[in-house]
Structures are given as C-alpha cells and as structure tokens.
C-alpha cells in the first residue's frame, strides 16, 4: 500500500489560525441586487445593480430621497423582500427570508396593542430562542427593559407609552433576541429632536455593551444622525432603478459627542460632502 505524505510547513499552519482574524468574512455582501415589482403598469424596478460589504461591527447608513430604494435594499438584507436579480448574503449564509440572525426596528414600532410592554418582549424571545429554559428567557427580558429604562413600565399597554417609549421597547425587543446583525428602517423619523437625540445615545450605549459587536445597518433621512451614529453612510441616487451614488467614511473617533463633534472641522467637512451629495438646488435663486 502507497502513502502520501503532506508537507506543510509552520508557516502554512500560521496562515490558516490568522486567516479568519487578519481577514474576517464580512456580515453582510449585497452582490449586484436587482429589485423590480410588477405593476399594474408592468415592471417597476426600485434598486439596481447594487453591491455593498459591510463588516462586522460596524454600522452603515443608507441615506437619500424619498423613494430612492432605502427600505427595499434594507428589506432585501431582512429577508422580506426576494431580489430578482443578485444575492444577499448574512453571516455566510444565503438570504432565502427572515432569521433570528437579524432584528428589525420600523419606524412605527410594530407592538402588538394587546399585549403589556413585557409579553411584547417575551413573546419574541419565546419564539426566536428555543434553547433557553423559561426562566433564562424572562432574565432576558428583564435585563433588556432595564437597559433602556423601561423596567417600571413593563406592565403598561403600548398605548399608554409615549412615542420615544414605545421606540426604546422596540429596540429592547430586538436586542433582546439577540441578532448579530440590527436593522433599523427610519426607527426615529416620527419622534421630537430632543426624544430622537436621546435615543441615538440609548443605541450607542447597547451598541457599547455588546462589544460593538452587532452589525447595524439604518435607513435614514437626517444628515446629522447618520454621522453621528455611522461608520460609513451610503448615499442613494434617486428612484426608479436606484443605485449607489458614493458612500462616506465617517472617521470621526468614538465615542462621539453630540455637542462637541458640531464644531469638528472633519465634521463640518462630511456634513458639507453629503449635503451636496443630497441636494442639487440651496435656494430660489437656483430654481
């Protein structure tokens, strides 16, 4: 009987340890994605052609018009909306639908009326976890609603919380089933300037707490917070058949202070970029 025999050498065995620390997989690869919806009227097609890596921890913002494709490409990153043409891929795996791997936030909170702000908590984790005795899962719970403050409500009815409540529950609810990817489709664009200024701090602090280990990918309108939350914000082209217009590196360092990080002259500078990108006309004089 012949052998083989394998050489490889301690360099080789090195490469292959290192591999996956020097050059980690990214948690999401949107590959040339294609979304259209047939009408009435025949094909519409909302997003084109687009491709975007975004890496572990860190959080992206897509930002651009009305229209321009946002929450079709972030539905495409959830699973709830098929491309008809690309891929999207999530921790390594194909997008075929929803996974426990990613959490969603909308913008209208989503809470089931009926339920207290505790069963709405409980209830996802009851359905997202199946390894987790009963006991385990009202820990969760527990410590997901004292961490945005929300322990001392947890027997009221969502209709009888304020708006930036009723947010802060959202965001518990799916931090609590744990994701390693969060998506957030305009979470704050209904809540006052001071409330949605708070809840960007709350988000950073959970962000904080995980290790800065969750991948956060957000829809937005708002300059200001993209940069303040962001890594990189990803400026759409308008609607129909979207694309990707140019994406901005953020490189201010963390954490970020709202008061200070105004002043920043890198700050200014990126606000200025994406302004321009955004808006085409400043004043009358330019219609």
Not at 15 to 25: G, R, S
Not at 105 to 110: G, L
Not at 128 to 135: P, T, V
Not at 140 to 160: F, Q, R, S, T
Request: glycine share 6%; net charge neutral; with cysteine.
């Amino acid at each position: 009987m012949s052998t083989t025999t394998i050489n490889i050498t301690s360099e080789q065995i090195a490469d292959a340890i290192l591999e996956p620390v020097l050059h980690p997989k990214p948690a999401i690869e949107v590959d040339n994605v294609t979304v259209s919806f047939k009408t009435s009227k025949g094909f519409y097609t909302a997003v084109k052609d687009i491709s975007l890596t975004v890496k572990k921890g860190e959080i992206v913002a897509l930002i651009g018009h009305s229209g321009c494709g946002k929450s079709t490409l972030m539905g495409t990153i959830s699973g709830m909306v098929k491309p008809t043409q690309g891929a999207v891929t999530a921790n390594a795996e194909t997008v075929t639908g929803p996974g426990p791997d990613r959490g969603i936030v909308f913008q209208n909170y989503s809470l089931l009326p009926w339920l207290t702000v505790y069963r709405n908590i409980y209830e996802a984790v009851d359905s997202a976890i199946k390894n987790k005795s009963a006991a385990e899962k009202r820990e969760l719970v527990e410590a997901n609603l004292k961490m945005v403050k929300l322990w001392e409500h947890k027997d009221k009815l969502p209709g009888h919380l304020s708006g930036g409540m009723k947010q802060r529950v959202a965001i518990a609810r799916a931090f609590a089933i744990n994701p390693s990817i969060l998506l957030l489709d305009e979470p704050f664009g209904a809540l006052d300037a001071l409330t949605k200024s708070n809840m960007h701090v709350e988000l950073l602090k959970l962000w904080n707490l995980d290790n800065r280990n969750k991948t956060i990918v957000m829809v937005t309108h708002d300059i200001e917070e993209a940069i303040f939350l962001s890594d990189r914000v990803v400026v759409m082209n308008n609607g129909p058949a979207a694309t990707i217009k140019e994406i901005v590196e953020v490189t201010l360092p963390r954490p970020r202070n709202k008061k200070d990080i105004v002043h920043d002259e890198q700050y200014m500078k990126i606000h200025d970029k994406l302004l321009n990108l955004l808006i085409d006309k400043f004043s009358i004089d330019d219609i």
